[in-house]
Nanobody
Framework: QVQLVESGGGLVQAGGSLRLSCTAS????????MAWYRQAPRKQRELVAR???????NYADSVKGRFTISRDNAKNTVYLQMNSLKPEDTAVYYC?????????????WGQGTQVTVSS
């Protein structure tokens, strides 16, 4: 079992920055990858950024050049640095991790943190 706890959301003006953090606890040794998703009202949840244990990353086109995902394996924490925020970035952001155990892949989600960008 893996537990994910997010922090760092809030209200910011357009053009501003926020940093989200997500710390994993429990059976963390097999976690890979970790990622951030977001879900805006009346929209489907979408991948924002993903990072693997080796450090490789990928991003949604809409956030490339503005958001940076990073990972501190020693602290079991993943970060999402969000710069040049736009009103369309407003959403609930969810931390995600997957983990293999006994030949089964498990998905884990955080509780979500609200990010609101005002124009």
């Amino acid at each position: 079992q893996v537990q994910l706890v997010e922090s760092g959301g809030g209200l910011v003006q357009a053009g501003g920055s926020l940093r989200l953090s997500c710390t994993a606890s429990g059976s963390t040794f097999s976690i890979n990858p970790m990622a951030w998703y977001r879900q805006a009202p009346r929209k489907q949840r979408e991948l924002v950024a993903r990072i693997r244990s080796g450090g490789s990353t990928n991003y949604a086109d809409s956030v490339k050049g503005r958001f940076t995902i990073s990972r501190d394996n020693a602290k079991n924490t993943v970060y999402l640095q969000m710069n040049s925020l736009k009103p369309e970035d407003t959403a609930v952001y969810y931390c995600y991790a997957s983990s293999w155990s006994g030949g089964v892949l498990y998905d884990y989600w955080g509780q979500g943190t609200q990010v609101t960008v005002s124009s």
